[in-house]
């Protein structure tokens, strides 16, 4: 069954992952689960080993700590294009 793309906070996956563990502990199946909750088995497999038992503050954190990895390595891609057109214009190639 195909779902919507919708993205989610960390938040939301954690609440959707315990909501998850708590329809399977009173006797549902997985897949009924995750059809009442709108998303895909792969999806709830792959946020299960992405945020496992984490708090959601715990997911908040990884969430914002990859949103700054992110900001920092395009701009160490920046300065790596700076230093190679200086570099360049240094040695008489432009």
């Known amino acids: 069954m195909k779902y919507q793309k919708t993205r989610h906070t960390p938040e939301q996956i954690i609440d959707k992952l315990q909501r998850v563990k708590r329809m399977v502990a009173e006797g549902g199946s997985v897949e009924s689960a995750?059809?009442?909750?709108?998303?895909?088995?792969?999806?709830?497999?792959?946020?299960?080993?992405?945020?496992?038992?984490?708090?959601?503050?715990?997911?908040?954190?990884?969430?914002?700590?990859?949103?700054?990895?992110?900001?920092l390595k395009l701009r160490l891609t920046q300065k790596q294009c700076e230093n190679l057109v200086l570099r360049s214009i240094v040695e008489g190639n432009l």
Not at 45 to 61: L, N, V
């Open 34 to 71: 995750c059809q009442a909750l709108r998303i895909g088995l792969s999806t709830l497999y792959r946020w299960r080993k992405r945020y496992g038992e984490m708090t959601w503050q715990q997911a908040r954190q990884l969430y914002e700590y990859e949103i700054e990895n992110r900001r």
